[in-house]
């Protein structure tokens, strides 16, 4: 039997003025002289003892959950599947279900809920299709509600049943991060001289120089020693931020992925790139502040990617407001405390991704504030604005207004547009 967690059990307000209207009857009648008002008073009666000793239905029931396909495509539409059988030996007369499906995830056909009833050993399956903006989703336990045959009373449950559902990437989608499209890929430059695959200068031969780094065609022009000192190399440690403020939650129309959703769906992709090119990578939210602290082996990817997949990094498919986005609101207090505690929790010597629309001021300061305090930063911003309304264009601008500034102060910036694929903008998005 499924693990079931009891959530309410007691009397429904199916009765609700039963009793009154028992006693009404009965007092009518009997000034009347009338049988049949007699008569229903002592129905009433008989159904407000039944209401007094009968008890909620146990929740004796078992749920499955698949999809299909089990590994997706991106964009590609999956069936969800939840079956339900009663296991007890007596049948359930009312039992509705809702499946638990996660913020952000799209049902786009059928229906998430049904309501049968089922004899011992009876099964039932509700299915629908959905789709998603991000590469996992993890399902929350479905509702069930069991009602006697009367509805008087009731059990309200949770059910517990496997359910992480996730997208791959397809082939031509893995993005080829070079030093070209971003200085985070591969193994970083650093301005000193030692072992390493890029050549940084030559100087005067030591006596414990290894063989192989010697000079030997200044040695023959010349007929002095000299070695030559390639530029070092080192894997970094990067931080992967999303700005997870319900200033961030905008998308260019209903219906669309908001700019948190397209922000997790990059990390998560950026994340198996670095770790598979030799860095720790963490994962943080601004909104509550979080950190994943960097790692790379293969039990810390998983780790990752369980975490991108669960609050807060879910949105509740805030569209773009018909508004000047880019006003305060008086949410920069709030904004600023969250980045001081980012950066008392970021490790030293990280370089910070930041994923934002920019779409107000606190974001743009936020990539300021970090970089004031001398981490590297980037920032990955895909962009939620629309022209639909004159709001909308006065917010486009403001947005590029900061992804100007940015730029100014040397940070490193992706303006992603609106429907592009996050591959294509690692191709052509970035400047500095």
């Known amino acids: ?124 399956a509700l299915s629908y299709e959905v789709a998603g903006s991000r590469r996992r989703y993890e399902f929350d336990p479905a509702t069930v509600v069991l009602r006697d045959v009367t509805g008087v009373v009731e059990r309200r449950v949770r059910l517990s049943a496997d359910g992480t559902i996730g997208w791959r990437s397809a082939a031509d989608e893995r993005p080829a991060i070079t030093p070209r499209q971003s200085h985070l890929s591969g193994l970083l430059d650093i301005d000193e001289g030692g072992p390493g695959v890029a050549f940084h200068t030559v100087r005067e031969y030591q006596a414990r120089d290894p063989l192989r780094r010697i000079d030997w065609r200044r040695k023959a022009k010349t007929g002095e020693f000299a070695t030559v000192e390639y530029r070092r190399e080192r894997s970094a440690r990067v931080v992967l931020t999303v700005d997870t403020r319900e200033a961030a939650g905008l998308a260019p129309a209903s219906g669309q992925p908001t700019a948190i959703d397209r922000s997790v769906d990059a990390a998560d992709t950026l994340l198996g790139e670095l770790i598979d090119a030799g860095h720790r990578v963490g994962v943080a939210a601004l909104s509550p502040p979080t950190l994943l602290p960097p790692g790379s082996s293969e039990y810390h990817r998983r780790r990752c990617h369980d975490f991108l997949a669960r609050p807060p990094f879910g949105s509740g498919g805030t569209t773009a407001r018909d508004t000047d986005v880019g006003a305060d609101g008086g949410g920069s207090i709030d904004a600023d405390r969250m980045i001081s505690d980012l950066l008392a929790r970021l490790p030293g010597a990280a370089t910070v991704v930041l994923f934002t629309p920019l779409c107000d001021p606190a974001s743009a300061t936020a990539a300021k504030r970090v970089a004031a305090h001398g981490y590297d930063v980037t920032v990955v911003s895909p962009d939620p604005t629309a022209t639909a309304t004159t709001g909308q264009r006065l917010a486009r601008l403001e947005r590029r207004e900061r992804l100007r500034q940015l730029r100014g102060h040397g940070i490193a910036v992706l303006d992603w547009e609106p429907g592009d694929s996050f591959v294509d903008a690692l191709s052509t998005g970035w400047s500095r």
Request: glycine share 12%.
């Open 1 to 124: 039997m499924t693990d079931s967690e009891t959530v309410r059990a007691g009397r429904t307000d199916r009765w609700r003025g039963l009793a009154g209207a028992a006693l009404l009857s009965a007092a009518v009648g009997l000034f009347t002289q009338s049988s049949g008002l007699v008569l229903v008073a002592g129905v009433g009666t008989v159904m407000l003892a039944y209401a007094r000793v009968v008890t909620p239905p146990s929740a004796t029931l078992s749920v499955e959950r698949s999809f299909d396909p089990a590994d997706p495509a991106r964009d590609e539409p999956v069936t969800v599947e939840l079956a339900v059988e009663n296991l007890g030996e007596r049948t359930l007369w009312d039992v509705r279900i809702a499946d638990g499906v996660p913020d952000g995830l799209q049902v786009t056909d059928g229906e998430a809920a049904l309501g049968t009833s089922l004899r011992p050993g009876a099964g039932t």
